[in-house]
């Protein structure tokens, strides 16, 4: 089975490749396509993760994986939420994003936050299935951490010491949120026969 991880952000499409390594599916991505990438109008990570996946499908008829994530930080309003990539500016520096939450929180005590990954699994012909995983934690008071992407050096998981940035690939794989609406994918995937383990 060949999908196509509709993202062009590397950081996911190697995260979301070795989640689906289990499993007998030709990953390629829509930046190695050169699809296009569609403005993310949803108000909610689900809402944009469909619509990624769709265009991606069409695009390319073939099925298509598409995630929407980011950071949800209560002191913060729930910002940066849905545009958390757009808090790493049109360079994508999320040191600037971590600087952003940082600065923002200040001396606030209250530091708890999660991380919410919806994933769209869509077909050509419009079918689509949608999964939505997340995990709490709190934000640090410095990044810690080379491993991950994005906000990873800055979110401590619930029940741990260590930011995302300090985990290996394998324990994070563990806990994330992605991992989460990954599994629930999986599950749905095993039940209609969509998938094959190896």
């Known amino acids: ?18 989640l689906l390594a289990p499993w007998q599916v030709q990953v390629i991505s829509a930046g190695e396509l050169g699809l296009p990438e569609p403005e993310e109008t949803g108000s909610t990570f689900v809402d944009n993760a469909e619509l990624k996946a769709r265009a991606s499908a069409l695009a390319s008829n073939l099925p298509s994986l598409a995630d929407d994530s980011g950071l949800v930080v209560d002191a913060l309003g729930g910002d940066p939420g849905i545009y958390s990539a757009r808090w790493a500016g049109p360079t994508k520096d999320f040191a600037i994003a971590m600087d952003k939450v940082l600065s923002g ?25 949608t999964f ?14 080379a491993h991950g992407f ?49």
């Open 132 to 145: 939505e995983g997340k995990v709490e934690g709190t934000i640090a008071p410095a990044p810690l951490g």
């Open 150 to 198: 994005g906000y990873d050096p800055i979110f401590i998981p619930h029940g741990g010491t260590l930011t995302f940035g300090q985990m290996n690939p394998d324990e994070k794989h563990a806990i994330s949120h992605r991992a989460d609406a990954f599994r629930q994918l999986v599950h749905a995937g095993k039940v209609t026969g969509l998938w094959s383990s190896t």
């Open 105 to 129: 929180l200040g001396p606030q005590t209250n530091r708890s936050a999660r991380f919410i990954c919806a994933l769209s699994l869509a077909w050509p012909d419009g079918q689509i299935q």
């Open 1 to 18: 089975m060949k999908l196509v991880i509709a993202s062009h952000n590397q950081g996911k499409v190697r995260e979301i490749a070795e």
